[in-house]
């Protein structure tokens, strides 16, 4: 976000020399999400996934989503792409080729295990919130319990 002379405020996505400069605009209403090893960007515009090189070329769609999470090994993602009645975002995993591994899973702040074969998830219920543990590879839950903001230990 980048505030204007005027005042006016913009979700623009710029790119800024680290020696100082001009900030060079890349895309209106864009958020960029780098690779764990920064050799491309997931692109989240208007609910579409797009996978670009670093330096923003050659953009392709991949999904409808938001809010990707990349997996540690940089070939896979997590996204969300609705939200179920309890207001929790409905998860979905694919590969860069945008072909899902699975999906209609509940649960929002996604934090991947080191090795990257599970996912950590919260999930609101009204009688109170679940961490739950997820297997990457299938989208079963391994296991759950009470808890708030998942984190994984290294």
Same mark, same amino acid.
């Given at each position: 976000?980048?505030?204007?002379?005027?005042?006016?405020?913009?979700?623009?996505?710029?790119? %800024?020399?680290?020696?100082?400069?001009?900030?060079? %605009?890349?895309?209106?209403?864009?958020?960029?999400?780098?690779?764990?090893?920064?050799? /491309?960007?997931?692109?989240?515009?208007?609910?579409?996934?797009?996978?670009? /090189?670093?330096?923003?070329?050659? =953009? *392709?769609?991949?999904?409808?989503?938001?809010? =990707?999470?990349?997996? !540690?090994? +940089? *070939?896979?993602?997590?996204? /969300?792409?609705?939200?179920?009645?309890?207001?929790? !975002?409905?998860?979905?995993?694919?590969?860069?080729?945008?072909?899902?591994?699975?999906?209609?899973?509940?649960?929002?702040?996604?934090?991947?295990?080191?090795?990257?074969? *599970?996912?950590?998830?919260?999930?609101? $219920? =009204?009688?109170? !919130?679940?961490?739950?543990?997820?297997?990457?590879?299938? +989208?079963?839950?391994?296991?759950?319990?009470?808890? *708030?903001?998942?984190?994984? $230990? !290294?």
């Amino acid at each position: 976000t980048i505030t204007a002379g005027d005042g006016s405020i913009s979700n623009a996505l710029h790119v %800024m020399p680290v020696t100082g400069g001009e900030a060079e %605009m890349i895309a209106e209403e864009t958020t960029a999400h780098w690779s764990p090893d920064g050799s /491309a960007v997931l692109l989240e515009h208007d609910g579409v996934l797009s996978l670009a /090189a670093v330096d923003f070329s050659g =953009p *392709r769609d991949l999904v409808n989503g938001f809010l =990707p999470v990349w997996a !540690p090994d +940089g *070939r896979s993602f997590v996204y /969300a792409y609705e939200h179920d009645a309890d207001a929790n !975002p409905v998860l979905a995993v694919a590969d860069l080729e945008g072909t899902t591994v699975w999906s209609g899973v509940p649960g929002s702040l996604p934090t991947w295990s080191p090795d990257g074969t *599970r996912l950590a998830v919260e999930v609101y $219920r =009204p009688e109170t !919130p679940v961490i739950q543990v997820i297997d990457v590879a299938s +989208g079963s839950v391994v296991y759950e319990l009470e808890g *708030r903001q998942p984190a994984w $230990r !290294p």
